[in-house]
């Protein structure tokens, strides 16, 4: 149940989240959780595609289902009209990185308008931009001449658990181990007094990946689903 425990742990501490059980199932409904509507799982399958059932009349049909890629996968296989959509990771730790950070700081919110530029130009895909809803502040590293070269944004983070999301590098400036130095550096800020930190990647980001890995990270496969049914 650890895997399970965690993602509801994380979601019920959130802004708005609204928990809903049933004996042997909990589903945590939480608007804009790391971008998505979500409904965030714990318990056994036939439960929870009961409780489902009643949630979505509550919720709409923008919420998606989330948790452990096994439980969500099981869940689909019980409900016709569900379909499981992405499959990721989620990456944690609970002990400080440490090492070397490259001169990474956290940026003042003027200093925001250049982080959109480089997520724009390096990252358009990001879950985290700034000002979006559980976006509280973003890290950077820049070069000599001050122009800034990677960033990553403490987001949707809770009492217990530290989030970090929106990492990103200049094109140019990829391969020299900015990343993985500015990921310690808000890993290590997000720490601070919290149980964990942790962060979403998509497995074809294999470099990210791979950086995750380097810094201690413990992957645990997760998955998202899309609702297909129309709630009466």
Same mark, same amino acid.
């Given at each position: 149940?650890?895997?399970?425990?965690?993602?509801?742990?994380?979601?019920?501490?959130?802004?708005?989240?609204?928990?809903?059980?049933?004996?042997?199932?909990?589903?945590?409904?939480?608007?804009?959780?790391?971008?998505?509507?979500?409904?965030?799982?714990?318990?056994?399958?036939?439960?929870?595609?009961?409780?489902?059932?009643?949630?979505?009349?509550?919720?709409?049909?923008?919420?998606?289902?989330?948790?452990?890629?096994?439980?969500?996968?099981?869940?689909?296989?019980?409900?016709?009209?569900?379909?499981?959509?992405?499959?990721?990771?989620?990456?944690?730790?609970?002990?400080?990185?440490?090492?070397?950070?490259?001169? &990474?700081?956290?940026?003042?919110?003027?200093?925001?308008?250049?982080?959109?530029?480089?997520?724009?130009?390096?990252?358009?895909?990001?879950?985290?931009?700034?000002?979006?809803?559980?976006?509280?502040?973003?890290?950077?590293?820049?070069?000599?001449?001050?122009?800034?070269?990677?960033?990553?944004?403490?987001?949707?983070?809770?009492?217990?658990?530290?989030?970090?999301?929106?990492?990103?590098?200049?094109?140019?400036?990829?391969?020299?181990?900015?990343?993985? &130095?500015?990921?310690?550096?808000?890993?290590?800020?997000?720490?601070?007094?919290?149980?964990?930190? &942790?962060?979403?990647?998509?497995?074809?980001?294999?470099?990210?990946?791979?950086?995750?890995?380097?810094?201690?990270?413990?992957?645990?496969?997760?998955?998202? &689903?899309?609702?297909?049914?129309?709630?009466?």
């Amino acid at each position: 149940m650890l895997d399970q425990d965690l993602f509801v742990d994380w979601a019920a501490a959130a802004p708005g989240a609204r928990v809903f059980r049933k004996p042997g199932a909990t589903v945590v409904a939480c608007a804009d959780l790391a971008h998505w509507d979500r409904l965030v799982m714990a318990g056994d399958p036939d439960a929870l595609a009961a409780l489902i059932r009643e949630v979505v009349p509550e919720t709409g049909p923008s919420f998606r289902p989330f948790g452990p890629e096994d439980l969500v996968t099981a869940v689909a296989d019980r409900m016709p009209d569900l379909e499981v959509s992405a499959r990721f990771a989620w990456m944690d730790r609970d002990s400080p990185v440490g090492g070397t950070t490259a001169g &990474a700081v956290w940026l003042t919110e003027a200093e925001w308008p250049e982080v959109t530029e480089l997520l724009k130009e390096s990252f358009s895909d990001s879950y985290a931009w700034p000002g979006a809803s559980g976006v509280e502040r973003w890290a950077g590293v820049r070069d000599q001449d001050g122009r800034l070269l990677a960033v990553a944004a403490d987001a949707w983070s809770t009492p217990a658990i530290g989030f970090m999301a929106g990492v990103a590098t200049r094109r140019e400036a990829r391969g020299r181990g900015l990343a993985a &130095a500015l990921c310690a550096f808000a890993a290590d800020e997000l720490l601070a007094g919290r149980d964990r930190v &942790a962060l979403l990647a998509d497995y074809d980001n294999t470099a990210a990946v791979a950086t995750y890995r380097k810094l201690g990270f413990v992957t645990r496969p997760v998955a998202a &689903a899309r609702q297909t049914f129309v709630a009466v």
